[in-house]
């Protein structure tokens, strides 16, 4: 079973850019998709993209297209999400998580697709 664990979060001013990480204990396994979803105090979990297994497709939320980027290293077992032009809605603990089945191609997925979820990494944007 992979463990995934985030970092990069931080306090960062309306503007500001960040790099979140998640690493896997283990290999992610072939054919899966990654995702990295948010959570607001009082709210739900939410989409925030998700990245096939080769990389080559992403699906972003309507909230943080052309603002956020995924990548991915499956010979490092590496994930992140580049995050530009932060503002203060952005701000929640962000988990990655990857698909419980297996999946072909970037979508909008919801949080009952994942699992493998990490503790989260808190992202703060002040205005």
């Known amino acids: 079973q992979v463990r995934l664990v985030e970092s990069g979060g931080g306090l960062v001013q309306a503007g500001g850019s960040l790099r979140l990480s998640c690493a896997a204990s283990?290999?992610?396994?072939?054919?899966?998709?990654l995702g990295w979803f948010r959570q607001a105090p009082g709210k739900e979990r939410e989409f925030v993209g998700s990245?096939?297994?080769?990389?080559?497709?992403?699906y972003y939320a309507d909230s943080v297209k052309g603002r956020f980027t995924m990548s991915r290293d499956n010979v490092a077992n590496m994930m992140w999400l580049d995050m530009n032009t932060l503002k203060p809605e952005d701000t929640a603990v962000y988990y990655c998580?990857?698909?419980?089945?297996?999946?072909?191609?970037?979508?909008?997925?919801?949080?009952?697709?994942?699992?493998?979820w990490g503790q989260g990494t808190q992202v703060t944007v002040s205005s």
């Open positions: 998580g990857r698909t419980v089945a297996p999946c072909w191609r970037a979508g909008n997925l919801s949080a009952s697709d994942f699992g493998s």
């Open positions: 283990g290999r992610f396994a072939v054919n899966y998709c």
């Open positions: 990245i096939s297994w080769t990389g080559t497709t992403t």
